[in-house]
C-alpha cells in the first residue's frame, strides 16, 4: 500500500483552466503539507495542516486553494491556471511531535499549464 | 527564519570513488537537519537526519553526515558511490516546534561508470 499517494501523477491543461490535486495519506499523520518544485527542482513550501486546520500559509496566489476534508485528505485546487503553475506538486505528511521528524512523500503531480 | 545553501548544483563523480555534497544553513535557533534523496520521477526519500546527540550520522544507502555548528555545515558524504547513487539530493532544515521544512536548492549527483 502507497503510504501517500497523490492524483493525477500527469496534468495537462490550457491556461485559465481550474484544477485539482488529490492527497491521501494512509499512516495515521496529523500534518500534511504541500510543496511545489519548479523546473529548477527547488522545492518550496506552500501550505501546511494539522488536524484539518491551516497552520502554514506561505506566500501563494489566492487562486491556490487548499482544502483538508479530514486529516488523512488534504486536496490543492487551482483557479485561473498560468503558465508559471507549471511544476511538480508534492504531497507529504510527517506526524507532528514525532520524534523521528520525518517527512514522507508522495510521487508528485507533474503540472503543465499550455 | 532559517535557509539552507547547497554550494553545488552538480557534482560528476566516477564510480567507486568518494563524494562530499556540501550544505551550509543559517538560523537563529537550534535546529534539526535532513538529506533527502530524489531519484528520478519519483518523491523525496529520507536519508538521514540530525536532531541532536552525537554530530556524525549514519543514514541509508552508506551515506553518513556531520553536523558542524561553528561551520554551520551539514555535509553529506559517502566513501564509496555505485551508479544507482544518481539522483538530486536535497539538504533541509527546520526549527523546532510547528515551522516547516526549508530545502536547499539541490545538488544532482551523477555517477560516471
Known amino acids: 500500500d502507497t503510504a501517500v499517494s497523490q492524483t493525477p501523477k500527469y496534468l495537462v491543461t490550457q491556461m485559465g483552466n481550474d484544477k485539482s490535486i488529490k492527497c491521501e495519506q494512509n499512516l495515521g499523520h496529523d500534518t500534511m503539507y504541500w510543496y511545489k518544485q519548479d523546473s529548477k527542482k527547488f522545492l518550496k513550501i506552500m501550505f501546511s495542516?494539522?488536524?484539518?486546520?491551516?497552520?502554514i500559509n506561505e506566500t501563494v496566489p489566492n487562486r491556490f486553494s487548499p482544502k483538508s476534508p479530514d486529516k488523512a485528505h488534504l486536496n490543492l485546487h487551482i483557479n485561473s491556471l498560468e503558465l508559471g503553475d507549471s511544476a511538480v506538486y508534492f504531497c507529504?505528511?510527517?506526524?507532528?511531535?514525532?520524534?523521528?521528524?520525518?517527512?514522507?512523500f508522495g510521487s508528485g503531480t507533474q503540472l503543465s499549464v499550455l | 527564519a532559517q535557509s539552507v545553501t547547497q554550494l553545488d548544483s552538480q557534482v560528476p563523480v566516477f564510480e567507486e570513488a568518494p563524494v562530499e555534497l556540501r550544505c551550509n544553513y543559517s538560523s537563529s535557533v537550534s535546529v534539526y537537519l535532513f538529506w533527502y534523496v530524489q531519484y528520478p520521477n519519483q518523491g523525496l526519500q529520507l536519508l538521514l537526519k540530525?536532531?541532536?546527540?552525537?554530530?556524525l550520522v549514519k543514514g541509508i544507502n552508506g551515506f553518513e553526515a556531520e553536523f558542524n555548528k561553528s561551520q554551520t555545515s551539514f555535509h553529506l558524504r559517502k566513501p564509496s558511490v555505485h551508479i544507482s547513487d544518481t539522483a538530486e539530493y536535497f539538504c533541509a532544515v527546520r526549527g523546532k516546534g510547528n515551522t516547516p521544512l526549508v530545502f536547499g536548492k539541490g545538488t544532482r549527483l551523477s555517477v560516471i561508470a
Open positions: 507529504a505528511s510527517s506526524l507532528q511531535g514525532a520524534s523521528n521528524e520525518k517527512l514522507f
Open positions: 540530525y536532531l541532536s546527540g552525537s554530530t
Open positions: 495542516y494539522n488536524n484539518k486546520e491551516l497552520i
